[in-house]
């Protein structure tokens, strides 16, 4: 059974950082593309950032490209999505999942997901 387990969530100020990790069990992670999705009140899941098996290739949401990278290390079956230049806006629940796909942009292209972590962001 894979799991998938995030941390690293908190409250920071706006133009602070932080830096999540997804610790993943259960399968062979070098199978997986990896994403991270965040969902704010009220609003529907949205993708944030996905990484290849090889981690070669990277994909951003527009909202976030230039101030969040995502990398893995495949030695540590691990995942991460680093948050630079945070603003209000940003804040949510952060989800990780693994797809046995090339890369995915949308939720129903992920098999697994974490619990989630959240994120808050103040002005």
């Known amino acids: 059974q894979v799991q998938l387990v995030e941390s690293g969530g908190g409250s920071v100020q706006a133009g602070g950082s932080l830096r999540l990790s997804c610790a993943v069990s259960?399968?062979?992670?070098?199978?997986?593309?990896m994403g991270w999705f965040r969902q704010a009140p009220g609003k529907e899941r949205e993708f944030v950032a996905a990484?290849?098996?090889?981690?070669?290739?990277?994909y951003y949401a527009d909202s976030v490209k230039g101030r969040f990278t995502i990398s893995r290390d495949n030695a540590e079956n691990t995942v991460y999505l680093q948050m630079n230049s945070l603003k209000p806006g940003d804040t949510a629940v952060y989800y990780c999942?693994?797809?046995?796909?090339?890369?995915?942009?949308?939720?129903?292209?992920?098999?697994?997901w974490g619990q989630g972590t959240q994120v808050t962001v103040s002005s």
């Open positions: 999942a693994a797809g046995v796909i090339f890369v995915g942009f949308f939720t129903n292209n992920y098999n697994y």
């Open positions: 990484i290849r098996w090889s981690g070669d290739s990277t």
């Open positions: 259960g399968g062979t992670f070098s199978d997986y593309a």
